[in-house]
């Protein structure tokens, strides 16, 4: 597969559409930076875009929106988010807040956290797409894992060609810089990343904001980037590696051949795919931490694919104190 590259106008506008439609992976221009877009909403379209990157680990990422009241959709606006929205959307500024109950986003994409960042991105060709899609995007910055995010057509095609379906032709980005990410916690804004809109047009609206310390003692505030994505983490116990399932577990199992004696089992991927598996996998970890059983057992996953971050992840998450 070679992406197609898309002309910026509506014949190219609707062929994002069908493509984004049919959980194909389309790169899109925002104002920022270009985005590796898929249907948020898809489970096994966003876990390709994990495969895409090449990512080694699952990052919780931005759910894109055609203006604020499919925002408020997604995730709970409190006064300050819909102030921020108000001045800035579309714009460089995206907001972590909490996720709603009825939210239709694939938890793959929030990385099984609670919180959902959404943003809307400030691009005539990407704001049709949305409109006419009529659902969110999920799109991290459209680059191989580790490389330089892309803001022209041209870079995407070299970084990604061989991986996508297509990419839609917007020019070049006119911020060039990936947007500011604030987390609101508690009515509290907090900068969690630097970046297109400057910290003070923010702070003009909502006063200084928190900046988190990578130090802070008090266990209610949030300590750092990395830890204020902090990763999901399940209830009950989870036994890695485990082939010999007890009755008191509950067995997240992976390929065809699953053992038996397991209370309930569910399987991330009965042929041993390790882009379904990731697709599945915080959807069935919260669905089994929710029973009566004592653990969760999980299968071994092989290193392949995306099952180095399924494996990444599962080690957090069995050992939730580490952060
Ligand atoms: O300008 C941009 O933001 C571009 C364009 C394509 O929109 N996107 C982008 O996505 O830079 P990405 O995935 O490369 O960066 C998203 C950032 C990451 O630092 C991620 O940790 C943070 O947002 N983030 C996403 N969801 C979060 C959450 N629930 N809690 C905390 N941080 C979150
Ligand atoms: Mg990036």
Same mark, same amino acid.
């Given at each position: 597969?070679?992406?197609?590259?898309l002309?910026?106008?509506a014949?190219?506008?609707a062929e994002?559409?069908a493509?984004?439609?049919a959980?194909?992976?389309?790169?899109l221009?925002?104002?920022?930076?270009?985005?590796?877009?898929?249907?948020?909403?898809?489970?096994?379209?966003v876990?390709a875009?994990?495969?895409a990157?090449g990512?080694p680990?699952?990052?919780?990422?931005?759910a894109?929106?055609?203006?604020?009241a499919?925002?408020?959709r997604?995730?709970?606006?409190?006064?300050l988010a819909? =102030?921020?929205?108000?001045?800035?959307w &579309?714009g460089?500024?995206?907001?972590?807040?909490?996720r709603?109950r009825?939210?239709a986003?694939?938890?793959?994409?929030g990385?099984?956290?609670?919180?959902?960042?959404?943003?809307v991105?400030?691009?005539?060709?990407?704001?049709?797409?949305?409109?006419?899609l009529?659902?969110p995007?999920?799109?991290?910055?459209?680059?191989p894992?580790?490389?330089?995010?892309p803001?022209?057509?041209?870079?995407?095609?070299?970084?990604?060609?061989?991986?996508?379906?297509?990419?839609?032709?917007g020019?070049p980005c006119?911020?060039?810089?990936?947007?500011?990410?604030?987390?609101?916690?508690?009515?509290?804004?907090?900068?969690?990343?630097?970046?297109?809109?400057?910290?003070?047009?923010?702070?003009?609206?909502?006063?200084p904001?928190r =900046?988190?310390a990578?130090?802070?003692e008090?266990?209610? =505030?949030?300590?750092?980037p990395?830890?204020l994505?902090?990763?999901?983490?399940?209830?009950?116990?989870?036994?890695?590696?485990?082939n010999?399932?007890? &009755?008191d577990?509950a067995?997240?199992?992976?390929?065809?051949?699953?053992p038996?004696g397991?209370?309930?089992?569910?399987?991330?991927?009965?042929?041993?795919?390790?882009?379904?598996a990731a697709?599945?996998?915080?959807d069935?970890?919260?669905?089994?931490?929710?029973g009566?059983?004592?653990?969760?057992a999980?299968?071994?996953i092989?290193?392949?694919?995306?099952?180095?971050a399924?494996?990444?992840?599962?080690?957090?998450?069995?050992?939730?104190?580490?952060?």
């Open positions: 597969m070679t992406a197609r590259v002309a910026g106008d014949t190219g506008v994002a559409v493509l984004l439609r959980g194909e992976l389309v790169a221009p925002t104002e920022t930076v270009y985005g590796l877009a898929a249907d948020a909403t898809q489970d096994a379209a876990a875009i994990f495969a990157k990512r680990q699952f990052n919780p990422l931005i894109h929106v055609a203006d604020q499919a925002a408020a997604l995730v709970e606006m409190d006064s819909s =102030q921020l929205a108000e001045r800035f &579309p460089p500024l995206t907001l972590v807040l909490p709603r009825d939210c986003v694939s938890w793959l994409a990385a099984g956290l609670d919180t959902l960042a959404v943003r991105p400030d691009h005539p060709l990407t704001l049709a797409v949305l409109r006419q009529g659902k995007l999920a799109a991290p910055s459209a680059n894992s580790g490389r330089l995010s803001t022209t057509a041209r870079h995407v095609h070299d970084g990604l060609g061989e991986r996508i379906a297509a990419v839609l032709d020019g006119a911020v060039g810089l990936e947007s500011t990410v604030v987390q609101i916690v508690d009515g509290v804004p907090w900068l969690l990343r630097p970046g297109g809109l400057p910290r003070a047009a923010i702070e003009a609206i909502v006063g904001l =900046q988190a990578a130090d802070a008090d266990s209610h =505030q949030p300590r750092s990395g830890q994505a902090s990763h999901y983490a399940p209830r009950l116990p989870l036994r890695l590696h485990a010999d399932p007890q &009755p577990e067995l997240l199992a992976f390929g065809p051949a699953v038996a397991a209370a309930t089992v569910l399987n991330l991927s009965p042929r041993g795919d390790t882009t379904e697709a599945h996998l915080f069935y970890l919260r669905r089994l931490d929710d009566p059983w004592r653990a969760i999980v299968m071994p092989p290193p392949t694919g995306l099952g180095e399924i494996a990444d992840r599962l080690r957090r998450a069995a050992t939730p104190t580490d952060g």
